[in-house]
Nanobody
Framework: QVQLAESGGGLVQAGGSLRLSCAAS????????LGWFRQAPGKEREFVAA????????YYAGSVKGRFTISRDNAKNVVYLQMGNLKPEDTAVYYC?????????????????WGQGTQVTVSS
């Protein structure tokens, strides 16, 4: 069982930056690929980014590529999402997810474990 807890959400102005963190309670953190998803009110869940077990490979949705960076610290059991040049359309609840597989990351991926989410609001 893996428990994921996101933090770092909040209110930021357009053009600003925010860093999300997701702490995992597991001794096998290194065995999981990790990712971030988001869901805005009235919209379907959207894939944001994923990172491989070692952190050596990353994958981004086109809407955030070049603005967001995913990283992980396997010593601390934490995955991060550094978000820059934020836009009002980035407003959503952001969810951290863990899965044993690094393949198939996208909107339809049904990850093994999910966090509760953290709200990010970008004002114009």
């Amino acid at each position: 069982q893996v428990q994921l807890a996101e933090s770092g959400g909040g209110l930021v102005q357009a053009g600003g930056s925010l860093r999300l963190s997701c702490a995992a309670s597991t001794r096998t953190f290194r065995n999981y690929a990790l990712g971030w998803f988001r869901q805005a009110p009235g919209k379907e869940r959207e894939f944001v980014a994923a990172i491989s077990w070692s952190g050596g490979s990353t994958y981004y949705a086109g809407s955030v590529k070049g603005r967001f960076t995913i990283s992980r610290d396997n010593a601390k059991n934490v995955v991060y999402l550094q978000m820059g040049n934020l836009k009002p359309e980035d407003t959503a609840v952001y969810y951290c997810a863990a899965d044993a597989s690094y393949t198939g990351w996208g909107p339809a991926k049904n990850c093994d474990y999910w966090g509760q989410g953290t709200q990010v609001t970008v004002s114009s």
